[in-house]
């Protein structure tokens, strides 16, 4: 069975980054892309993930918030560009 995942970035160089990283594991499976935390939201009312690469420092909503906002998300793996 292969883990269902999701990249949310808004930097098109760490989507790629990540993409290339995704098709490389044989269990998972890159499902969508977003460029923020709302297109997540938008995404997750009809689809269900696994595990979501999920961006600290985004525009309108932070990673962090979103997660602190859900009730149930899938497991994340916080990603950022800042030390």
Known sequence: MKIRTAIVDDEPFAV???????????????????????????????HQLDLVFLDIQMPYLTGVEWVKSMKEAPKIIFTTAYA
């Open 16 to 46: 790629k980054g990540l993409q290339n990283y995704v098709e490389q594991v044989s269990f998972l499976s890159l499902e969508t892309t977003c460029k923020t935390a709302l297109e997540l939201s938008d995404y997750l009312r009809d």
